[in-house]
């Protein structure tokens, strides 16, 4: 299983990104996707995730301004991310987890949102 993740960039303050994520190779029918992010100097934190058939989840520190979607018929999750802080800077990761418990990560994108 590969992950391919896109959409990473510098934003100011209160703008908005979108993040990408197509899985390929043999996934199970059920599955959960999710994006964790990872700031300097800390530990890699869950943003949100969403299962193949059934509710989201979300941090509290991006819950009403982050959004999490997936199309299951192409293995694609998305991230939409608006009014961005400063703290919400960190390399963002996408992850997939089979019906087996194993977890595939994608390479990593970089969000920066600075003035």
């Known amino acids: 299983v590969q992950l391919q993740a896109s959409g990473g960039g510098l934003v100011q303050p209160g703008g908005s990104l979108r993040l990408s994520c197509a899985a390929s190779?043999?996934?199970?029918?059920?599955?959960?996707m999710g994006w964790y992010r990872q700031a300097p100097g800390r530990e890699r934190e869950l943003v949100a995730s969403?299962?193949?058939?059934?509710?989201?989840n979300y941090a509290d520190s991006v819950k009403g301004r982050f959004t999490i979607s997936r199309d299951n018929a192409k293995n694609t999750v998305f991230l939409q991310m608006n009014s961005l802080k400063p703290e919400d800077t960190a390399v963002y990761y996408c992850m997939l987890r089979q019906a087996s418990g194993t977890r595939y990560w994608g390479q990593g994108t970089q969000v920066t949102v600075s003035s």
């Open positions: 969403i299962p193949s058939g059934g509710s989201t």
């Open positions: 190779g043999s996934i199970s029918r059920f599955n959960v």
